[in-house]
């Protein structure tokens, strides 16, 4: 078949109803035809090459006769405008389909695609039910995007995370249009922000009051971003009416991996998920010190040839009516296996408990053990919250400058003495994790916050300890009562090899990921000033805490 040549227009302007202009690059097949369009709404520059051909590859999704358009959101680069974050997603993405639906080129038919932020402009466009948009696929995105920030005072704040993106990816933009960019002190903050990002309190952040002390960063931080744009930019409670086709796509090592889910789960219309060993910055099968075989081609019991294959595979039948070559609407990758897994339904295993057991001392030495009885003694370890001493961020579902995600030999961070670690006996034979580890906690607070990280990880032979999923948590308690947290510690599927061991670790903080306890009633968005203290984490009895893992049973249908 001869190659299509492809037609590359720049800066092709889309009028909304309240006259801002915003402008899309448009790359099409070289002819009078009219085909579908796909569309990807971006606030990080529709001109970076990573969204030509790295995530996904635009040339190819011509050559599969497709119209493709990369648009600048609202008050972002090329657009005109004012952007406020995911404020305009819903009304500007639905007229944006309509747009694109009515271009000379255009059959009518509209799809959109993109991960992270324009995964979820995706999801905003679709709960305004534009008629002409027919199948979306948002990838690695979030239907709250506020659920880990603006948050009550008494929960967790991805503090570094919000950090990050907006001096990371946001801020030079807004400078530039303000006429204000500094360009040497911007870069020096470029370099350094995984040290400012130790810097408190977050809502006076040193960085941002310096460069544009009249950015949202502050009304978002200080909790003073309107109510009603809040409650406008959650669509989660929308995604139930949603009848639109739905290709959702997440990774094991994403920081965006559980509103993903979430998102999936609420999600109404027909849908797809697909869930591989990536980050939320690489899709190679690399995550840490783990390269993932199967993951980056091939992929899927299919075999489909990556992921740009699998979207053109998705609008071809719902934009063209093709044949679906996919049987199965969810695919997960087993690691530990190297290989994927296909379902009629996410997989949930029964839950078999695992009861944390020590001498009191669960922060040295062997003392801490994962047993498949509870026993009747009650005891209580000292877990130390230090504030100025804070258990560092590392792999995992990190979303920060200066710590890389993904699978990582842990054991390092678990010999820290504020790090509770609990180990079962070496596994007999092999076990499959499938579907969401749970725990239930009993713990005790000096003051009004009980914070906590829960995490797993698998120890092979030679004492390396590998992450595999994890949580942070914090309650609002009555200082020193004990209160019983029934918790999602993350979702999985997961080969433990006969031999290896389970690994528990518990810590009171996650930094800078997370914003740190002060020990007296407030944390480090807020105030600076603290104290180190002591949480105690409760075993056995009637306040035995337990990890409640999901092992498949594979003797009689194997997986």
């Not at 797809?272 to 199967?294: C, D, K, S, Y």
Request: with cysteine; hydrophobic share 40%.
């Amino acid at each position: 078949m001869q190659k299509r040549d492809m037609i590359i227009e720049k800066n092709v302007p889309c009028k909304l109803s309240d006259g801002i202009v915003l402008r899309s690059d448009v790359y099409r097949p070289d002819d009078d035809g009219v085909y579908p369009v796909l569309m990807l709404r971006l606030p990080y520059d529709k001109e970076t090459p990573r969204y030509y051909d790295e995530y996904l590859e635009v040339p190819r999704m011509v050559e599969a006769g497709y119209a493709v358009i990369l648009q600048d959101v609202r008050g972002r680069f090329a657009s005109d405008g004012t952007f406020s974050p995911f404020t305009d997603e819903g009304k500007d993405g639905c007229e944006a389909v309509e747009w694109a639906a009515r271009l000379p080129y255009a059959d009518g038919n509209v799809g959109l695609f993109g991960m992270s932020y324009h995964g979820y402009t995706q999801l905003a466009a679709a709960a305004e039910k534009p008629p002409s948009l027919k199948a979306i696929a948002p990838v690695m995105t979030m239907a709250d995007p506020w659920a880990d920030l603006y948050a009550e005072d008494n929960a967790a704040h991805a503090t570094g995370k919000f950090e990050t993106w907006v001096l990371g990816s946001i801020v030079e933009d807004q400078l530039r249009r303000k006429g204000i960019l500094d360009e040497q002190k911007l870069r020096y903050y470029h370099e350094n922000l995984a040290t400012f990002l130790h810097q408190a309190p977050a809502e006076a952040w040193g960085p941002m009051q310096d460069l544009d002390p009249d950015s949202f960063f502050f009304d978002v931080m200080k909790g003073n971003f309107p109510a009603k744009v809040m409650e406008r930019a959650n669509i989660q409670d929308k995604l139930h009416s949603i009848d639109i086709p739905a290709l959702f796509m997440g990774g094991w090592f994403d920081a965006l991996l559980k509103p993903t889910l979430e998102a999936y789960r609420a999600y109404h219309g027909p849908s797809m998920l697909w869930i591989g060993p990536w980050t939320h910055e690489e899709m190679t099968g690399r995550a840490g010190e783990v390269l993932f075989q199967n993951a980056e081609k091939h992929i899927g019991v299919d075999r489909i040839q990556d992921p740009t294959q699998l979207h053109i595979i998705w609008f071809d039948y719902w934009l063209k009516g093709k044949p679906m070559p996919v049987q199965e609407p969810v695919h997960l990758y087993a690691m530990g296996d190297a290989e994927w897994k296909a379902f009629s339904q996410e997989p949930d295993a029964s839950k078999q408990a695992f009861f944390l057991q020590s001498d009191g001392n669960a922060a040295t030495g062997d003392s801490g053990k994962l047993a498949g009885q509870l026993t009747e003694t009650e005891t209580k370890t000292a877990m130390v919250l230090d504030p100025a001493h804070p258990v560092p961020t590392f792999g995992g579902n990190a979303l920060i400058a200066g710590s890389d995600s993904g699978m990582f030999d842990i054991s390092g961070v678990q010999n820290r003495s504020d790090v509770l670690v609990y180990t079962s006996d070496p596994a007999e034979e092999s076990l499959l994790l499938m579907g969401t580890v749970k725990a239930l906690v009993w713990g005790t607070s000096p003051s009004a916050l009980f914070d906590i990280v829960i995490r797993l990880s698998d120890v092979d032979e030679e004492g390396r300890a590998w992450n595999i999923t994890e949580t942070f948590h914090r309650e609002k308690v009555e200082p020193d009562q004990i209160v019983r947290l029934e918790l999602d510690v993350g979702t999985t599927l997961y080969r433990l090899e006969a031999g290896h061991r389970l690994r528990i670790d518990l810590a009171a903080s996650n930094a800078p990921h997370y914003d740190v306890n002060l020990n007296n009633g407030t944390t480090t968005k807020t105030h600076q000033d603290g104290y180190s203290d002591i949480e105690y984490i409760h075993e056995g009895g009637q306040t035995g805490s337990r990890i409640l893992l999901p092992i498949a049973d594979e003797t009689d249908s194997p997986l």
